[in-house]
């Protein structure tokens, strides 16, 4: 069988890793695959630097362009990461007839849907199981294993650093500060951590799924996503008193015909499997109509793990082009001309649980005040918990609500936080728990 060619863009940490793999594991996959996927080229700005990899001669390139113009190359492998020359040379290889594989998730988040349309229009497969979840089968999960489901809903902690950070701070009661130090020191957060500690990351991965769930096109602008940032420890300990724990969490649902696709700080219940995920690891629950619940777990990020997904996606492709085939699973999941150009509502819609901390002076009638406002704008409070008193006169009040509209409980907050007997800028973290009325 005439063996399958690959051109590797990008030999950074996931980069190295998937040579690695290629090299190293040859034996495995071809007997699992039936030929040889072979590393005719790779490229990258640095030739020099030792990877730990043995490349043949001639292998290694500065010249990115030769690859995804070289016609013997079947595959261009994109690791080079970012939404400039990537999506350059990703645009390039698919007009050159090249089946092509990512791990991009900012790249598709954002343009996804450009470059589908592209892949389709020249009839080659673009692949990114890499991109949502690492080592987890996400996105096969969604295209091909639930593919007779109707989606209801997905829940997922999509990002390692957070998860960490969260970690951190819940077990040893570290500020975020301190946990994000650490987390940089042991290399699962970057020197600027944003994209990850801002929710942005997990906003491109929910995304991603949502439009492969519902099947609609890839929405990113309409994500409501927060960060993690003002997670403290007393908010930790809080949570604990009612009966929950903190992670950042990607939310989607289907109700009613209606999207939810958001991003933030999250309060689940001790009981929920997503509670006990803890480290760098990533998981994610999908409730669909015949399955019921699964949950997805493993190392969303990393060299091998990632290597390993993007591999996979060069063995599905190479099994296509033994049998002629390409564009067998349609990249949304949804055939083309049924993918639909789906709103998501907007955050301000949403209803559900919230946790207050309010930092009240203590004075006679605050709470009453707090509790009236709360009252006028609907929202009603189910569990209230004040810690103890403070030199300065201001005490930290906690409310867990009944289910109200975020319009509603933003505008109570603002009238809140203008009261002259509240010190601080209210505190609020929504709250998912199927158990609360």
């Known amino acids: 069988m005439k063996e399958i060619q690959v051109g590797l863009l990008g030999c950074g940490t996931v980069g190295t890793g998937v040579a690695k793999l290629l090299i190293e594991s040859q034996q495995v996959i071809r007997a699992r695959l039936g030929t040889t996927l072979n590393l005719r080229r790779v490229a990258d700005i640095d030739i020099e630097t030792d990877r730990g990899v043995r490349f043949d001669e001639g292998v290694l390139t500065t010249d990115a362009n030769a690859l995804v113009n070289d016609p013997e190359i079947d595959i261009i492998i994109e690791m080079i990461g970012g939404e400039g020359i990537a999506k350059e040379l990703i645009l390039k290889a698919i007009d050159n007839g090249k089946q092509v594989i990512t791990a991009n998730k900012a790249l598709l988040a954002s343009q996804g849907n450009a470059l589908f349309k592209a892949a389709a229009e020249k ?80 906003a491109h991965k929910i995304a991603i799924l949502t439009a492969l769930a519902y099947g609609m096109a890839i929405n990113l602008a309409e994500v409501y996503i927060e960060g993690i940032s003002k997670i403290t420890p007393l908010d930790v300990e809080f949570a ?41 690891v990533n998981a994610l629950m999908v409730s669909g109509d015949a399955v019921g619940d699964i949950m997805l777990y493993g190392r969303g990020a990393g060299m091998m793990p990632t290597a390993s997904a993007v591999i996979s996606d060069a063995v599905d492709i190479a099994r296509n082009l033994m049998v002629g085939a390409t564009r067998r699973v349609p990249a949304l999941s ?23 901390r309010f930092a009240a002076l203590d004075r006679p009638g605050v709470l009453s005040k707090i509790s009236g406002i709360l009252g006028s704008h609907e929202i009603s409070i189910q569990s209230m918990q004040q810690k103890g008193r403070k030199t300065d006169g201001s005490v930290p009040v906690v409310m867990v609500s009944h289910r109200a509209k975020e319009a509603d409980v933003q505008k109570a907050i603002a009238e809140i936080d203008n009261l002259d007997v509240v010190g601080e800028r209210t505190v609020l973290i929504r709250i998912e728990d199927e158990e609360l009325d």
């Open 240 to 280: 604990e008193h009612f009966g929950y724990r903190i992670k950042l969490l990607a939310i989607s649902k289907k109700m009613d015909g209606e999207i939810e696709a958001r991003v933030h700080p999250t309060m689940i219940p001790f009981g929920n499997l997503l509670s006990n995920v803890n480290g760098t």
């Open 334 to 356: 949804f055939q083309s001309d049924q993918v639909q150009d789906i709103k998501i509502m907007p955050m301000s819609e949403i209803v559900t649980h919230y946790y207050f």
């Open 123 to 202: 009839g080659v497969d673009l692949a990114f199981e890499a991109a949502v979840g690492g080592c987890m089968p996400t996105i096969k999960s969604m295209r091909e294993s639930l593919v007779a489901n109707r989606i209801h809903s997905m829940t997922g902690i999509l990002n390692g650093t957070c998860n960490y950070i969260l970690t951190k701070i819940t077990d040893e009661r570290r500020s975020f500060g301190d946990a994000l130090s650490e987390a940089q020191e042991k290399g699962y957060a970057e020197a600027d951590p944003t994209l990850d500690v801002d929710g942005i990351d997990t």
